[in-house]
């Protein structure tokens, strides 16, 4: 008789990782614990966006000068809410924020600073296209002031301990890295928690889809049409490629990453220092990109090398698999 297969839950899968590092208190673990629990409160919301009265503009303009959308604002908050008790975290930055928020940042206890975009594509749920949330984690530098927030919030991704994004689409998944592999899990409505479904993700060498808005193409810089055309003429390893854009980042890149391929968001004469955020959307996506074998760059250098300046500093980002990351950087010789 076959045993049923083991159900590992992502509190036991933080758990297990956490022994891999010596010294570890459980603080992390508990952080960790904030994020999946807001992130259930945030899919039970968007699930019935269609009978709640949550659809639609908030009446108000965030800091990224766009309208925001009643999702966000509960996003943001039912973050900011489940995170801000953790005593671990000093510092708490969302795109909805126009400055980082300070929680427990003279605590002696306070290690950690969250970064986070609370709901990804949030313009288009009203049509029930997948959405997200993206997160960053940070430890605070060991030479960095209990308030000094930017010095905990700018730094580069390199110095992420953690990152991941929850994609609510016809499931819940979340997907996080710890710097040794990156993990799926599904939300199991049943039993109210994340099982682990996609152990230890590998990015394909190479995939069939690329992913850009080619309405902008004509505002591109060259080397993006270049590839383009490379990849519809079949000529990176011989494979005609099918164009994929949802237009919810979280969603396309989730393709990407299961899928293999590559997706882009390239400067545009109107947005020629990109349109996606640096420390929360590029940042986490580009840590999990690298975890899972694939390159994320924006165009010219490695994303996660970029030392930011600002809190909503703003980036292209191109990522995928090793093939069509090469063929990319042929059209920039």
């Not at 960790?32 to 968007?46: D, E």
């Not at 220092?273 to 924006?298: C, F, H, M, V, W």
Request: charge should be negative; proline fraction near 5%.
């Amino acid at each position: 008789m076959t045993s049923p297969r083991s159900i590992i839950t992502v509190q036991q899968h933080i758990l297990q990782e956490q022994k891999k590092f010596h010294g570890a208190s459980g603080e992390f673990s508990w952080l960790l614990s904030g994020i999946t629990l807001a992130t259930k409160l945030i899919q039970a919301k968007v699930r019935r966006a269609g009978l709640a009265d949550i659809l639609g503009a908030h009446g108000e303009v965030n800091v990224q000068g766009e309208m925001q959308q009643k999702l966000d604002v509960y996003s943001n908050e039912v973050l900011q809410h489940c995170l801000g008790v953790r005593e671990s975290i000093g510092i708490l930055a969302s795109e909805e924020n126009e400055r980082p928020l300070m929680v427990h940042n003279e605590s002696p206890n306070a290690r950690y600073a969250v970064i986070f975009d609370p709901l990804d594509g949030s313009s288009n749920i009203d049509v029930n296209v997948s959405v997200g949330t993206t997160f960053s984690i940070f430890r605070r530098p060991e030479d960095a002031d209990l308030n000094e927030a930017s010095r905990w919030v700018l730094q580069p991704g390199t110095e992420q301990i953690a990152a991941g994004y929850v994609v609510y689409g016809s499931s819940t998944i979340l997907v996080y890295s710890v710097g040794s592999g990156v993990h799926g899990f599904t939300l199991e409505p049943s039993i109210g928690a994340f099982v682990l479904s996609h152990e230890n993700i590998r990015m394909p060498n190479q995939g069939k889809y690329y992913s850009v808005n080619e309405a902008n193409r004509d505002s591109f810089p060259p080397e993006y049409g270049c590839l383009l055309d490379k990849l519809r003429r079949g000529e990176v390893n011989g494979q005609k490629y099918s164009s994929r854009y949802i237009g919810s980042m979280v969603a396309d890149f989730h393709r990407t990453l299961l899928k293999g391929g590559i997706f882009l968001y390239p400067p545009t004469s109107d947005n020629p220092s990109g349109k996606l955020r640096l420390l929360y959307e590029a940042n986490p996506i580009a840590y999990l990109a690298e975890q899972a074998g694939g390159i994320a760059t924006d165009g010219k250098r490695r994303v996660l090398e970029i030392q930011p300046d600002s809190v909503h500093q703003r980036t292209p980002l191109i990522v995928g698999s090793q093939a069509e990351m090469r063929a990319f950087a042929g059209c920039l010789e």
